[in-house]
């Protein structure tokens, strides 16, 4: 087997014409997935201009300390 093989064109347009995927997400699904990844990134944000600002060197103790915690979490 060659890393270099190629597939024809014509195998990928009927490939691509023979899908089974449909949409299953509404606009309020959309809406409130907008909403998550805003909420999401400000709190990697502003954790990061609080670190910088107030925080001393506790601050890597309590994030590995949360990441324990997290982990035996979501082993339960």
Known sequence: MSIFRTK???LLKQEASTHSLHKSLT???IIL???GVII???IFVLTGVAAAKY???GLILSFAL???TVA???MA
Request: glycine fraction near 20%; charge should be negative.
């Open 33 to 35: 997935l907008g909403i």
């Open 72 to 74: 035996f979490v979501c």
């Open 55 to 57: 925080a001393g060197p």
């Open 8 to 10: 024809s064109i014509e």
């Open 40 to 42: 999401g990134t400000s």
């Open 66 to 68: 949360a990441g324990i």
């Open 27 to 29: 606009a309020v699904d």
